[in-house]
């Protein structure tokens, strides 16, 4: 079993930046590709960001590329998606994932989740 907690989430303006913490917990972390997603209030849940096992694979939904970016610490069992030029449609509450996947951008096929961290941009 794997508990995610995620930290990081808050208010901020437009143009502005964040850096959402997971940090993982329970069982070995070891070949687990790591996601983030994201769900606004009366959507779906969203892909956002993932990152295979050694970290050299990542994976994002066009409208953050350029803007966000995730890494790991496989030493500290720890995700990280650092969020800049934050805009009013990123809001939403951001979840991570874990789970031993063949297609990072599916929530299906995570195992685990985390209880989220809201991010809030306002205009």
């Known amino acids: 079993q794997v508990q995610l907690v995620e930290s990081g989430g808050g208010l901020v303006q437009a143009g502005g930046s964040l850096r959402l913490s997971c940090a993982a917990s329970?069982?070995?972390?070891?070949?687990?590709?790591m996601g983030w997603f994201r769900q606004a209030p009366g959507k779906e849940r969203e892909f956002v960001a993932a990152?295979?096992?050694?970290?050299?694979?990542?994976y994002y939904v066009d409208s953050v590329k350029g803007r966000f970016t995730i890494s790991r610490d496989n030493a500290k069992n720890t995700v990280y998606l650092q969020m800049n030029s934050l805009k009013p449609e990123d809001t939403a509450n951001y979840y991570c994932?874990?789970?031993?996947?063949?297609?990072?951008?599916?929530?299906?096929?995570?195992?685990?989740w985390g209880q989220g961290t809201q991010v809030t941009v306002s205009s």
């Open positions: 994932a874990a789970g031993v996947v063949w297609r990072p951008t599916t929530k299906g096929e995570y195992d685990y």
């Open positions: 329970g069982r070995t972390f070891s070949g687990y590709t």
């Open positions: 990152i295979r096992w050694s970290g050299g694979i990542t």
